[in-house]
Each structure stands twice: as C-alpha cells, then as structure tokens.
C-alpha cells in the first residue's frame, strides 16, 4: 500500500517537478523531443526573468493580496461573530446571501464594474483590484469565521458580557486568540485566491496596475514561446503560495473543511 | 429586545453586508439594465433601449447553447473525476507510514500552483504534441502521440482542472477521515465486516458532508473557470471548448457586443441561482443537523 502511495504521489506531482526542471534548463534543452532527464542546471531563465521587469508586478500582487486579505479579515470577524454569537435575525438567510455572492458568475459583472472604473478613472488601477478581491473573498471568510466562532464555548462569552467588555474588548481579548489558527486558515485562504486571481487583473489592468498573472501571460504571448524562461517566471510567480501552503498545511486543511474539523 | 440592543447586535454585521451588497448587487442590477439595450461598440448608432431582444437572440444562437454544455461537461467531469481521486487520496493517507508527510505535501502542491502557470504548463510542457511529457510517457507502452489540445480540447481542459482541484477534494475528504471517531471503525473490524462493507456502511455516510461540501465549494469555483480555457485552447478549435464564461467574455472584450453579453450574463445568474438553491438547501439541512 505504501508503495502504491508513493508511486501515486509521483506520478500526480510529477508536472511540478517538470516545471522546475524545464526553468532550470537552457532553452535549447526545454523544448525538445525525446524529453531531457540530465542536463547541467543554470539560473539564466530566472535571471532573464528577474531583469524583465517581473519586480513591478510582483509588487502589485503583494500590495492586491495583501490590503484585500487585511480587509477581509477586518470585515468579515466582525460580521461572523455578529451571524454565530450573537445571531441576529434570519442568521441563515444572511449566511445564505453571503454564499450566494459567490455564485454569481464573475462575467455578469465584469462589463458594468469596466464602464463604472472608466468613469471614475480607476481603470489600471491598483485599488479596484484590492476591493474586487476584497469583495470575492468575503463571503468564503464569513462563513469560515462564523464556524471557528461557533467552537467558542458559550460560557467564556457569557463571562465577558458579564464583566462589561464591549464588542472590541471581547474580540480582542478573548475571542480572537481563541480563534487564531482559524483566522490564519482564513487569511490563508482569501492569499491563495487573491494572488492566483487572472480574469479582473486581466480585463481591468493595463500598463501600471497588472498582476504576476498578467506577468506570466505576457511572458508567453510577447516574443514567441521561451518554455524554459516562462517555466522559471511560473516558479518565481507561484513560489510565494506554495511555500505558504507547505508551511500552514493544517490551517490549510481546517481552513478548506470551514473548521468543521474539531 | 430593544431597538438599541438590535442594532448592537446587527452593527458588526452591516459594513461587510453593505460593502457586499454594492460590490457584488449593484452591477448586476446594471448587467440587467445593459442587457435591456442593443449596444454594440463596433456600431456608432448602437445603445438603443431593445427590450428582450437580446434574449431571444441567445434561445437562438448554437454556440450559447454548445458553451453551455460545456459549462456543464466541464464543472460536473471535474468535480466528479476530482472527488473520487480526493477520495482515493485520502484513503491512501489516513494511514501512518514513512513519509507521510512529505507525500501529503507532493499531492496538495497542484492546488497551490497559480491556476495560470498550471495551465500553461498544462498546455504546453504536458500535452504538447511534439515534445509534451504526455506523448513521450504513452509512447513508452508504443501509443502513438496525441495533438491534445486540438483533437481532445475538453479531455485537455479536464486533465488540467482535475489536477488542480484534486487536492481541494482530498484535503476535505482526509478533514473528514480524521473526525472520524475510531471506536466506530474498531467496533466494525471486531464484528467481522470486511473493508468494503466498513467503508460504505460505516465511513460514507460519515464523509457525506464533507463531501457534500466539496461538491458544493468545488462547483463554485470550477463553474466559473477561465484562466485553462483561455490560455490552453483559446474555447478552440473554433467555439469546441469555450465554456460559458469565456463566450461571453469573448462577446464583451473581442466583440464588443455588450448588450448580448450582459444578456448571456443574467442567463447563466438565473439558472445558477435556481441550481445554488437546491444545492445549498442540502448542504444547510445537513449543516443544521449537526449544530
């Protein structure tokens, strides 16, 4: 069974460990027939890319990723606890519309939020996408929050509301550290979605705002096909996620179950 | 309750429903609004109001109805083919053995890879036709090579999701293994029943809301799938493998017809809205039975 296990695990991963090879090879070597197993490694691809501007667009995604995950976060705790400790009225219809946000397919939107970004002059613009993604990933928190938030045992908050703690008070002193790991798997989460995101940063970006995904398809498209040199920027442009995702397996794992994991 | 006392307890709730609520509702509500007009960008005398012109011109058009099928083919081949490797998965590591950890980091890394970088390596270092290491694997057991993404564009396009999505499944499928309690499965090996019998009278229907889950997230997000299509075949050869988000985006950004693309957009909300409905109301029954 165990090698049964690890023949699969190859086989499965097997794509990746191709795609660091071939941004390790000369490119005379990346694109050739039969495929080459042994060749002699070189960081020319990486540093083609590293030297083709990949900088500015990685800039932007980290500042994208980054505000809308803060934002999100700052959003969606407050909310959660007021739809799982405090429930206010038709808990789950707000639930349900918050879920239902995602449904909405993101092509029926992208036309009007073009011409309204035109208008306002936010068009290439770095922010829009901080409140696009903010927006996407907010209802995947909520829910995720609201389900950490329900582990919560009853009586900690009875004695918090008790003792006179305000709702700032009670998050920041009792509940958030209760809640840690679940704010990290969400955290996690809304990062993966956000720096992955192609479609607005493809439609809604241009010269000055354009995210690594953009990047990786311009690497493609501008001066005929370089497989190794596009494998490298593939690396360099989902190393940040996968680290990440390595390294916070579990929050991962409770984050993806929506802390249905006790 | 008192009034004070409900808006304190509604007050965390309202920036995220606000902000929610305009972000996500009011360019819908201006999609419906485009979708009522003939205007296309391509024609000076365009953007007259056309009442539901637009949407009988969808009932008609072919290619609507094909990248819907596609849509459909697309999403359930995924998350099918996605959850049944998931399961496999995590069967295979809810076990203890050597490196075990280090095979749970191989096969949740697909799902880490930007989409993008997936599918361009999907595309062309996998499937190529003359030096793909797809091609070269098969003819080591004397297959001949395949033009994958010409001849087989949907296979090309599910192959490449299914790679990406599989771990999403399998860390859902394994979250559900271990909550499992193990005086259960203890109690069915002393009564003798075989793994086959444990694993679909005992352990499935304590997977179901994981899995049910998985289902519901999965189709959310694969429903949705743009980055594969666009960059692996284009919704090629011709309009073979265009699912509907990228028609219509092909209808907006390269036709310029903005009046029959916000039309195909309300379309593809309402039947989503009517298949989410039924679909949620699962998953909160069986929520609820648990909380």
Known sequence: ?262 | MSKAEGWRRRGPLLPALIFTIVITQLPFLVTIWYSLRNWNLLRPDGNQFTGLQNYVDIFMDSTFRSSALNSIVITLGCVFFAMILGIIFALLLDRKFRGQGVVRTMLITPFLIMPVAGATLWSISMLNPSFGLVNWAISLVGIPPVDWTASHPIISILMALVWQWTPFTMLLVLAGLQSQPKDVLEAAQIDGASWTKTFVWVTLPQLRRYIELGVLLGTIYVVNTFDQIYLMTAGGPGTASANLPFYIYQRAFLGFDIGQAAAMGVVVVIATIIIATFALRLIFRSFDAKD
Do not use: H
């Open chain 1, 1 to 262: 069974m165990t090698t049964v296990t690890w023949l699969l695990a190859f086989v499965f991963f097997a794509p990746v460990i191709w795609l660091v090879m071939t941004a390790f090879k000369p490119e005379s070597a990346a694109a050739s027939n039969p495929p080459v197993f042994f060749f002699v490694p070189t960081f020319e691809q990486f540093e083609a890319v590293l030297s083709n501007g990949a900088g500015a667009y990685f800039l932007n995604s980290l500042i994208a990723t980054g505000v809308s995950t803060i934002l999100v976060v700052l959003l969606a705790v407050p909310a959660a606890y007021a739809v799982s400790i405090r429930p206010v009225k038709k808990t789950s219809d707000v639930l349900f519309f918050f879920i239902s946000t995602k449904m909405l397919p993101v092509v029926a939107v992208i036309m009007p939020i073009y011409v309204i970004a035109g208008q306002l002059k936010v068009l290439d613009n770095i922010g829009t996408l901080v409140i696009l993604y903010t927006a996407m990933n907010l209802p995947i928190a909520v829910w995720m929050m609201r389900s950490f938030f329900q582990e919560v045992p009853a009586e900690v908050l009875e004695a918090a509301s008790m003792d006179g703690a305000g709702l700032i008070k009670t998050l920041r002193t009792i509940l958030i550290p209760m809640v840690t790991p679940g704010l990290a798997a969400t955290a996690l989460i809304c990062v993966i979605f956000a720096w992955n995101e192609f479609f607005f940063a493809l439609n809604l970006t241009a010269a000055n705002a354009s995210t690594v995904p953009v990047f990786l398809v311009s690497q493609m498209t501008s001066e005929g096909l370089f497989l190794a040199k596009l494998s490298a920027a593939s690396v360099l442009a989902s190393l940040p996620v996968v680290i990440a995702g390595w390294v916070a397996q579990k929050q991962l794992v409770r984050g993806l179950s929506m802390g249905a994991v006790k």
